[in-house]
């Protein structure tokens, strides 16, 4: 199973970035995709997750309205677009996948994972 991050790099404050998460092994399809981050220092936290519909998707409050997370099952990758970046979003992103039914928001909750991308938002 892998999980290939990319889309990272340097950004000003205010700009926008586009991450994408590729797929390939996964037993079968139906897996919940997220999105995680983490800071220097702090620990890893959520941001977004999608269904395998599409449909259903949640997000960080520190990151709705601002980050959307997306999916395209027929290529096996997801996304996530990132507007009015700010310094607080300077961070490794991972993606993740999971079957589980288990809180989204948790990282024990997922059982893939990709190498992570870094996000640089400079002020």
């Known amino acids: 199973v892998q999980l290939q991050a990319s889309g990272g790099g340097l950004v000003q404050a205010g700009g926008s970035l586009r991450l994408s998460c590729a797929a390939s092994?996964?037993?079968?399809?139906?897996?919940?995709l997220g999105w995680f981050r983490q800071a220097p220092g702090k620990e890893r936290e959520f941001v977004a997750r999608?269904?395998?519909?599409?449909?259903?998707?949640d997000y960080a409050d520190s990151v709705k309205g601002r980050f959307t997370i997306s999916r395209d099952n027929a290529k096996n990758t997801g996304y996530l677009q990132m507007n009015s970046l700010n310094a607080e979003d300077t961070a490794v992103y991972y993606c993740a996948a999971t079957y589980s039914i288990s809180p989204y928001y948790d990282p024990e909750s997922y059982q893939y994972w990709g190498q992570g991308t870094l996000v640089t938002v400079s002020s």
């Open positions: 999608i269904r395998w519909n599409g449909v259903s998707k």
């Open positions: 092994g996964l037993p079968f399809g139906g897996y919940v």
